[in-house]
Nanobody
Framework: QVHLVESGGGLVQAGGSLRLSCAASGSIVSIGAMGWYRQAPGKQRDVVATISSDASIDYADSVKGRFTISRDNAKNTVYLQMNSLKPEDTALYYC????????????????WGQGTQVTVSS
């Protein structure tokens, strides 16, 4: 079993900052790409930022210059530093990781966290 646990969400005023963390644990052989996604009420889940195992990074256009994704491979953890937050950033943020586990070691499988709420007030 592989588990992703997110933390760091909350309520913040526009212009403020939050830092999300997501730690992977369990029967992990290796982790490939990790990323953050978000889903606002009534909308689809969209990618926010991704980081590969060799630290190649992509951002959604809407967060470029404001959000920074990073990872600590020794801790199996991915972070999302969010600055200059806007009300439109309000959403449930999900962590994703592509993991080879001891039970499915021949390929990478997608795992998701339970989500952490980010609310930005105007």
């Amino acid at each position: 079993q592989v588990h992703l646990v997110e933390s760091g969400g909350g309520l913040v005023q526009a212009g403020g900052s939050l830092r999300l963390s997501c730690a992977a644990s369990g029967s992990i052989v290796s982790i490939g790409a990790m990323g953050w996604y978000r889903q606002a009420p009534g909308k689809q889940r969209d990618v926010v930022a991704t980081i590969s195992s060799d630290a190649s990074i992509d951002y959604a256009d809407s967060v470029k210059g404001r959000f920074t994704i990073s990872r600590d491979n020794a801790k199996n953890t991915v972070y999302l530093q969010m600055n200059s937050l806007k009300p439109e950033d309000t959403a449930l943020y999900y962590c994703n990781a592509k993991v080879r586990s001891t039970t499915i070691f021949w390929s990478f499988r997608d795992y998701w966290g339970q989500g952490t709420q980010v609310t930005v007030s105007s």
